[in-house]
């Protein structure tokens, strides 16, 4: 059972244009993180954020923590061809002796220039 | 040199063959992973381990084993591999704390025939 949904799970634009993507659960998690990956590579932090309703921002991306800290967001503006990979994000939960995460599919972006 | 290596970088066995991927870190990370990508699946854990004498299933944990031969190095095996365990595996590290960032290594291409 896949506790965290992303969508779109692929995404073609052309660049410039604005797009967001969406991550949603119905469970509850102490941190969100956005990861992006290149293809041949591993993934790579982009931001965590903890608090209910935060929102952090990362150049021409904005991520939100929703409120209940079961959904979360992150929005481009004015997409560009390098920011095309894979854009994971991951709940994360605390356990006895630490914490683990929990990944989403993956949402494929393309920027076409 | 990079933090997380992982060997082999590409593998192809046959069905029913014993394999073992190596993962070895200079992060001084106490807590490693193994996950392994399926496309539309996101990455899913398979082992993860808090320290050296810690050894934890994942939610995909059925055919694997794995060993922590110490703090820098974390073996995942395939006892007898199958074809539905064709995937990229990924070994990724993190360190204490709630909000810890996961660093993940090149990923090992295996292909089961």
């Known amino acids: 059972t896949q506790l965290l949904e992303q969508s779109p799970q692929f995404l073609s634009i052309q660049e410039g244009e604005n797009l967001t993507v969406y991550c949603n659960s119905s469970s509850v998690f102490s941190s969100l993180q956005w990861y992006r990956q290149e293809p041949g590579e591993g993934p790579v932090l982009l931001v965590t954020v903890v608090t209910g309703g935060e929102v952090k921002k990362l150049k021409r991306l904005t991520f939100q923590f929703g409120d209940a800290r079961k959904d979360s967001s992150l929005h481009i503006t004015a997409a560009q061809p390098g920011d095309t990979g894979l854009y994971l994000c991951a709940g994360g939960r605390e356990e006895t002796s630490g914490s683990r995460l929990t990944f989403g599919e993956g949402t494929q972006l393309t920027v076409n220039p | 040199d990079a933090d997380v290596t992982q060997t082999p970088r590409n593998r192809i066995t046959k069905t029913g063959k014993r394999i073992m991927l190596e993962c070895s870190q200079t992060?001084?990370?106490?807590?490693m992973y193994w996950y392994r990508q399926d496309p539309g699946l996101g990455l899913r854990l398979i082992y993860y381990s808090f320290d050296v004498k810690d050894i934890n299933k994942g939610e995909i944990s059925d055919g694997y084993s794995v060993s922590r031969q110490a703090q820098a190095k974390f073996s995942l095996s395939l006892e007898s591999a199958i074809p539905n365990q064709t995937a990229l595996y990924f070994c990724?590290?993190?360190?204490?704390?709630?909000?810890?960032?996961?660093?993940f290594g090149p990923g090992t291409r295996l292909l089961v025939l």
């Open positions: 990724a590290t993190s360190a204490l704390g709630h909000k810890e960032t996961q660093y």
């Open positions: 992060k001084g990370h106490d807590r």
